[in-house]
T-cell receptor
Framework: AQTVTQSQPEMSVQEAETVTLSCTYD???????LFWYKQPPSRQMILVIR????KQQNATENRFSVNFQKAAKSFSLKISDSQLGDAAMYFCARIGVDSNYQLIWGAGTKLIIKP | NAGVTQTPKFQVLKTGQSMTLQCAQDMNHNSMYWYRQDPGMGLRLIYY???????DKGEVPNGYNVSRLNKREFSLRLESAAPSQTSVYFC?????????????FGSGTRLTVV
């Protein structure tokens, strides 16, 4: 079954520290795309970072980076120097031919930033 | 840049009433989507339009209809609202049906059916 699993319903981190959010997925395909989306209390869904499965290099966007382990089907998000504005729900998602190019979403992780 | 614009932002309906949620994008994207998000859950696809002139059912299409009016606009209609349709609705768009660049989302419509 095509699934995306986020095993941490909630995480908390002290401001300025680093936190890692976990995501695993299931697919038999070799070509697909992975995404992390952020949903703050304003409820706007914001694309944080994307990874192409055929690229071995981990994607980075400023303080956000991923650890993509293709063989393990793992796609974790690392947030460095956490800021109060990072508090949000974070959703992991995958898209590929086996999903008919529809996004498959994880259930989300609520990130709490402690001042 | 407006991106994806949804209207209205909030709506309260009585059971059995109908309404249309409007969505427009100004990024010249080919593909558009309607999702619903229920408390504590991820997004579930209602309908999508891979390109102008086409629409397809997603995971939870029952009780909804869509219209891809032109390349920019994709509307979602509830013909006879039910309390189970109380949710937050998101419209999204992507450059093409493969979605490899990710989706751009609107700010959502909070719909309550009483």
């Amino acid at each position: 079954a095509q699934t995306v699993t986020q095993s941490q319903p909630e995480m908390s981190v002290q401001e300025a520290e680093t936190v890692t959010l976990s995501c695993t997925y299931d697919t038999s395909e070799s070509d697909y795309y992975l995404f992390w989306y952020k949903q703050p209390p304003s409820r706007q869904m914001i694309l944080v970072i994307r990874q192409e499965a055929y690229k071995q290099q981990n994607a980075t966007e400023n303080r956000f980076s991923v650890n993509f382990q293709k063989a393990a089907k793992s796609f974790s998000l690392k947030i460095s120097d956490s800021q109060l504005g990072d508090a949000a729900m974070y959703f992991c998602a995958r898209i590929g031919v086996d999903s008919n190019y529809q996004l498959i979403w994880g259930a989300g992780t609520k990130l709490i930033i402690k001042p | 840049n407006a991106g994806v614009t949804q209207t209205p932002k909030f709506q309260v309906l009585k059971t059995g009433q109908s309404m249309t949620l409007q969505c427009a994008q100004d990024m010249n994207h080919n593909s558009m989507y309607w999702y619903r998000q229920d408390p504590g859950m991820g997004l579930r696809l209602i309908y999508y339009s891979a390109s102008e002139g086409t629409t397809d059912k997603g995971e939870v299409p029952n009780g909804y209809n869509v219209s891809r009016l032109n390349k920019r606009e994709f509307s979602l209609r509830l013909e006879s609202a039910a309390p189970s349709q109380t949710s937050v609705y998101f419209c999204a768009s992507s450059a093409n049906y493969r979605g490899q660049s990710g989706y751009t989302f609107g700010s959502g419509t909070r719909l309550t059916v009483v």
